[in-house]
T-cell receptor, first 113, second 115 residues
Framework: AQSVTQLGSHVSVSEGALVLLRCNYSSSVPPYLFWYVQYPNQGLQLLLK??????LVKGINGFEAEFKKSETSFHLTKPSAHMSDAAEYFCAVSYTGGFKTIFGAGTRLFVKA | NAGVTQTPKFRVLKTGQSMTLLCAQD?????MYWYRQDPGMGLRLIHYSVGEGTTAKGEVPDGYNVSRLKKQNFLLGLESAAPSQTSVYFC??????????????FGPGTRLTVL
């Protein structure tokens, strides 16, 4: 069975500070891993994905995530937060041949001026 | 391309009323999904479809029915709405090839309130 755990339902950073959103997964087969972002009153959009190629994945808006199999983690980072990064972020897992994607509970990112 | 669209955007129902949410996608995707989003619970899968004429239950299917009569449309029905169905509903779709990786494309959501 697959599952996703996002550590911290709320994260607050200052503008210009490092953003780190944590995600741990469990999967009995090699996973596909995703980060989605949801801005207020909008649907989710893909930020980046890991599909078994490079373990360090770069996404849109300066975000990146590193797949660490030994730690079963896929943490999302951005070196310098911008006010426009304030949103809810969801980590998700799927796998080859599967129809479903499992989503974490989400982490709301607040950016302080 | 419009991507994934959802109708309506907002709706208020009284307990016991029925309604249908419409999802349409113009990307020729095989797989379509209905999720509900509740605070602190992420997205939970209600029903999904792997092709025209097929549907399957997800994690929280009770109280909902779906139909996929055309490949581009996926309908979600509430036969007798309950306050517990107050939520934001998202439709999503993805292609079926190996290189699709189950990457989901989402609609803008429908905010439903049941009084």
């Amino acid at each position: 069975a697959q599952s996703v755990t996002q550590l911290g339902s709320h994260v607050s950073v200052s503008e210009g500070a490092l953003v780190l959103l944590r995600c741990n997964y469990s999967s009995s087969v090699p996973p596909y891993l995703f980060w989605y972002v949801q801005y207020p009153n909008q649907g989710l959009q893909l930020l980046l994905k890991y599909t078994s190629a490079a373990t360090l994945v770069k996404g849109i808006n300066g975000f990146e995530a590193e797949f660490k199999k030994s730690e079963t983690s896929f943490h999302l980072t951005k070196p310098s937060a911008h006010m426009s990064d304030a949103a809810e972020y969801f980590c998700a897992v799927s796998y080859t041949g599967g129809f479903k994607t499992i989503f974490g509970a989400g982490t709301r990112l607040f950016v302080k001026a | 391309n419009a991507g994934v669209t959802q109708t309506p955007k907002f709706r208020v129902l009284k307990t016991g009323q029925s309604m249908t949410l419409l999802c349409a996608q113009d990307m020729n995707h095989e797989y379509m999904y209905w999720y509900r989003q509740d605070p602190g619970m992420g997205l939970r899968l209600i029903h999904y479809s792997v092709g025209e004429g097929t549907t399957a239950k997800g994690e929280v299917p009770d109280g909902y029915n779906v139909s996929r009569l055309k490949k581009q449309n996926f309908l979600l029905g509430l036969e007798s709405a309950a306050p517990s169905q107050t939520s934001v509903y998202f439709c999503a779709s993805t292609c079926s090839g190996r290189a699709c990786y189950n990457e989901q494309f989402f609609g803008p959501g429908t905010r439903l309130t049941v009084l």
